[in-house]
């Protein structure tokens, strides 16, 4: 017996040095071959050297090992628990647990719950995870540092910071990782407050921080963005660790925070001490930091200079073209790598769409969807579903926008998904459904926020319901706690103001608690241009001229305003005056998507490669409409011309270039959408209706203001707009 176990003890130790499977077979064999395998301790020490290997075979062989232990013991149980936590099957260590509970071969011990509650986190179910930690206080186990530590990892990474905050307020104990992982939690959350408070407690408690406390503390200010903050916290990683160049992570943390605080000078000095280190993560901070300041070519040429792209890299640089207003370019970028065959993730999706909103580019959009994002995704990601409803609502589809926003789970919706959905209908001239859809927040528990009342009180604006709007106004503060903003007051001064009310949008400009802004002037002269009020149009012109003496926009409302009454005189002085002083009206273009590919059309411009091809469709179109009984409206052409030479001029607007395009190169009867950076004007207006049923065709338009959906010689805007 004595030398069996000598021999036995020979075995474990050559065990220990095994660095294969096949190593491992080997020892065992031999175990087998000696007898040792009825022995608990050998197949212990087996089991754990072949389920901790990390290898799917290794622990495919450790599961047959532990099926043949007749009774297997707390400790091989934990082991077979462990290894599954740890591998590509982390659910098994759960099936696992409950098997032991069902055989009641074993009772758990403290060190049964880490590798269940890890494997709970990386299945992603916190459900489970409460099942465990509900066994816990069943079973009147003490929650050791260990066993909290795990549960508190695992209410972090489900963003459950009360029950992983109360988790750590109880413990009397506190280790290193337990900050680490509260503090890495809130920043997860953007919560910053709590997450510097926590270091200070960490500190008073003589708890020396490591790089993973400084990693998640860096990460938080750049949420914060308090450059301050951030710079005393990359001084306090050298005081407490002395170093930061050698540690890669740490100084790409640095890096990243720098970048996302806008301080790009201190990004690029630690960018270019990182020498040959620099890894696809410091590529993409800077790639990210140069587009989020605007200034996209650095970006991109950062970009082009990464041999490490990955797709973070790339996102970033799609991001950074979409929020500087690049949408093609973000859309070209997208499409060089997607024929790299790299897979987008959320967030690129999310950055895509946007672009997609923007241009109108609906096919392009429905291909996303189709391609990479599958309905359940759509119901569980909130992100992902807001941008796609914002994306169909932004390319006329509003129908499918409805579809998906009331199919996605009460429970799951956000405030910004009904902020987007309210915009879009909104812009749809959808006001009764938009106050019905805003209603429905009450009932799904969510309180409106003031972006949510500005899109709601377009709505009203778009569909002249003034007494629905002046209520909603009026609860903000009475029934919300909101006090109106500027936007707000915009909101109702442009609905009075459209309804012919300008008397009470005046008195209510006179009002506010603050100053009025350029916004709100125009849209005041606005309204009086719609109803040729010259008498307040002036004064809200003076106004303007002092905010904004140099805004192309003012001039044109108001030489319009006095082009409306008859006033031609003055309305020649405004233009006049914005050739003396070299003001130029924002150029007018429209985009149509044919195909997926997206054509852009500038007022009057003659270069396209199919300019004569469109010159017959304008004829064509122009011949229909006199014979339809259209008569051009040039009034708003103030010029020195002939009336012939007014109307060439009104039939060479951008949008019936981008009309013309896609009734040459579209299919009968199929819809042709473009959007317009200006508010349409009259004439293209009317001329639409005409066109409409001229051709039987939908048209739908997209400008400044609002859709319209032009059918059957009518518009849904109902002229009003």
């Known amino acids: 017996m004595k030398m069996l176990l000598m021999e036995g003890s020979s075995l474990l130790s050559l065990l220990e040095s095994c660095k294969s499977l096949k190593q491992g077979l080997q020892v065992q064999a031999q175990i087998i071959f000696n007898g040792l395998h009825r022995e608990i301790f050998p197949m212990s020490r087996l089991l754990n050297f072949f389920s901790l290997m990390g290898s799917e075979e290794s622990l ?22 462990r290894g599954y936590s740890r591998s590509h099957h982390p659910q098994q260590a759960f099936l696992l647990y409950t098997s032991m509970l069902r055989e009641g071969a074993e009772t758990p011990n403290n060190f049964t719950f880490p590798f269940l509650l890890n494997s709970c986190a990386r299945v992603s179910s916190v459900g489970l995870g409460r099942q465990v930690h509900g066994h816990i206080v069943q079973y009147g186990f003490e929650l050791d540092l260990f066993v909290r530590n795990a549960l508190m990892h695992l209410y972090s990474v489900f963003r459950d910071l009360n029950d992983a905050q109360n988790v750590f307020d109880e413990s009397l104990v506190r280790d290193l990782v337990s900050y680490n992982t509260m503090i890495n939690g809130y920043a997860q959350v953007y919560q910053s407050g709590p997450a510097l408070c926590l270091f200070r407690e960490m500190q008073d408690s003589s708890i020396q921080p490591d790089e993973f406390t400084f990693v998640a503390l860096l990460s938080s200010c750049s949420f914060l963005n308090d450059t301050k903050i951030g710079k005393q916290i990359h001084s306090l990683v050298y005081r407490y660790l002395g170093f930061a160049d050698s540690n890669i992570l740490l100084k790409t943390s640095i890096l990243d925070m720098y970048a996302k605080c806008g301080l790009m000078d201190m990004a690029e000095k630690v960018f270019s001490s990182m020498k040959a280190t620099k890894g696809a993560a410091a590529w993409s901070s800077m790639v990210s930091g140069y587009a989020r300041s605007g200034e996209t070519e650095v970006a991109r040429h950062m970009f082009n200079q990464s041999d490490e792209r990955d797709i973070i890299c790339w996102t970033a640089m799609i991001t950074g073209y979409s929020q500087a207003g690049q949408y093609s370019e973000a859309l070209e970028l997208f499409q060089q790598m997607e024929g790299l065959g790299m897979e987008p993730d959320e967030f690129t999706l999310v950055a895509i769409l946007s672009a997609c909103a ?61 902020n987007s959905m309210i915009s879009g209908l909104a812009q749809h001239g959808l006001g009764k459904i938009a106050i019905s859809v805003f209603r429905e927040m009450e009932g799904v528990g969510l309180r409106p926020d003031g972006v949510t009342f500005v899109a709601v009180l377009n709505a009203c604006s778009h569909n002249r319901l003034v007494k629905e709007g002046k209520k909603l106004f009026k609860s903000m503060l009475s029934v919300y706690g909101l006090k109106p903003q500027m936007e707000h007051y915009g909101c109702m001064v442009d609905l009075l103001g459209r309804d012919g009310c300008l008397d009470e949008a005046y008195d209510l400009v006179q009002r506010m608690p603050f100053p009025a802004n350029s916004v709100i002037w125009r849209a005041l002269l606005g309204a009086c241009r719609l109803h040729g009020n010259a008498e307040i149009g002036d004064i809200a012109a003076q106004k303007l001229t002092e905010l904004e003496p140099d805004h192309g926009a003012r001039y044109v409302l108001l030489s319009n305003m006095f082009a409306n009454t008859n006033r031609w005189e003055e309305a020649r002085r405004v233009r006049k005056v914005m050739d ?108 639409f209706k005409f066109l409409s049923e001229i051709y039987a065709r939908e048209i739908i338009v997209r400008d400044a203001m609002r859709f319209h959906h032009f059918e059957d010689g009518s518009c849904s805007c109902m002229d009003f707009w």
């Open 358 to 418: 923007q241009l109108g580019a609906l096919s392009f959009g429905e291909r996303l969807h189709q391609r990479y994002i599958k309905d359940e995704l759509v119901g569980q990601n909130s992100i992902l579903s807001t941008a796609l409803v914002d994306m169909y609502a932004k390319c006329g589809s509003i129908d499918i926008a409805l579809d998906i926003f009331h199919g996605i789970p009460k429970d799951l919706r956000t405030v910004s998904l009904f």
């Open 580 to 687: 003396d002083r070299g003001i130029q009206k924002p150029p007018g273009w429209s985009y149509i998507e044919l195909n997926g590919v997206l054509h852009r059309f500038l007022a009057s411009d003659k270069s396209h490669l199919e300019a004569k091809e469109l010159e017959l469709m304008l004829k064509d179109m122009t011949t229909r409409l006199k014979s339809a009984g259209y008569v051009p409206n040039t009034s708003q052409v103030v010029f020195d011309i002939d009336e012939e030479e007014k109307e060439t001029v009104v039939s060479y607007h951008s949008e019936k270039l981008a009309l013309a395009y896609g009734l040459i190169n579209s299919s009968p009867r199929q819809t042709i959408r473009i959007i317009k950076n200006l508010r349409i004007c009259g004439d293209c207006h009317s001329a």
């Open 60 to 81: 495919n062989h450790s599961q047959i090992l532990f099926s043949q232990i007749p009774h297997p013991n707390v400790f091989m149980w934990n082991t077979m628990m």
